[in-house]
């Protein structure tokens, strides 16, 4: 190998900004899966409680 080359090799090597752009990303999609399930949790919550409120106004 020639200089250059190890040069090259060392910065790619120790190059921080890909790893951090990656942990990142994954945070992002572990963030993204929870609030579509909360979402999915609430909006069924939210359903039923309005199914409720219509059928005690039907019946009064």
Do not use: C, H, P, W
Request: aromatic share 4%.
């Amino acid at each position: 190998m020639d200089l250059g080359t190890k040069k090259q090799l060392r910065s790619v090597i120790g190059e921080d900004r890909g790893v951090t752009s990656t942990e990142y990303a994954i945070i992002a999609t572990v963030i993204a899966v929870v609030l579509v399930a909360a979402m999915g949790f609430v909006g069924s919550e939210l359903t039923g409680s309005y199914l409720d409120l219509a059928n005690s106004m039907k019946s009064s």
